[in-house]
């Protein structure tokens, strides 16, 4: 295996691998084994792609560099196939792609809770039609807490995330706010204590607002207005 790494960074390099992004990595060794033992390809594929682009390679850096493995695999007489191994490569480098997108949709990168879409897509969705919603809302006047807001946010979503149930939906929707959706006034009520105890939590103003019983959509989106002014300003995309 050593013979085929040495060969493969050699020829990723000629074809261009970024001298300021690190080659070497743990699935490195997995795929060139897997290569070897016909054994886990893709789920090693898609480590790599995960590892390389975590790293600040681009798609087309990783692709790239598999093709330089696949240049190599004739000369040793094992592996798949040239084609077969870049087409391979190609789909694992779109599906990590595609999955952090998904995650990037749906979770705030400061906070680790809901963006704020899929924050207001959880408050209106049929999914909840037969629950008795209720929102429970942290918010705060811009420069009245002793850290940023984003550290506000930061410190607020670290405390109740441990404690959301299922069916429970935590969103970052305005710059001073977080909010979690819960399906009962009580869950709301034992939020507003977890925070009491937070530093700058004076500050805090909380208050907990039950959403209008129906499924008119236009009625919940009025609500919505009420709830979060800052969607006026800043209207969701």
Do not use: K
Request: proline share 9%.
């Amino acid at each position: 295996m050593t013979n085929l790494l040495n060969r493969w960074r050699a020829r990723s390099a000629e074809r261009g691998w970024p001298a300021d992004l690190t080659w070497p990595l743990d699935a490195v060794h997995a795929v060139a084994e897997a290569c070897l033992t016909g054994i886990d390809l893709f789920p090693a594929l898609l480590e790599l792609a995960d590892q390389r682009l975590d790293s600040a390679a681009t798609p087309a850096d990783f692709e790239r560099d598999l093709a330089a493995l696949a240049s190599c695999l004739p000369a040793i007489g094992l592996g798949p196939a040239p084609d077969e191994l870049t087409a391979m490569a190609g789909r694992a480098a779109r599906r990590i792609v595609a999955r952090d997108a998904v995650l990037a949709h749906g979770t705030d990168p400061v906070t680790t809770v809901r963006t704020r879409a899929a924050f207001l897509h959880d408050l209106t969705s049929p999914g909840y039609d037969d629950a008795d919603v209720h929102v429970w809302v942290a918010r705060w006047e811009p420069g009245t807490a002793p850290w940023s807001s984003a550290s506000v946010r930061t410190m607020i979503a670290d405390r109740i995330r441990p404690h959301l149930r299922a069916r429970e939906s935590a969103g970052s929707v305005g710059p001073c706010d977080i909010a979690v959706l819960v399906t009962e006034r009580a869950r709301a009520e034992q939020l507003g204590e977890l925070v009491r105890d937070l530093p700058g939590s004076p500050g805090l103003v909380l208050s907990i607002r039950r959403r209008p019983p129906g499924a008119d959509p236009v009625q919940r989106a009025e609500w919505l207005l009420d709830l979060f002014p800052s969607l006026i300003d800043e209207p969701p995309h």
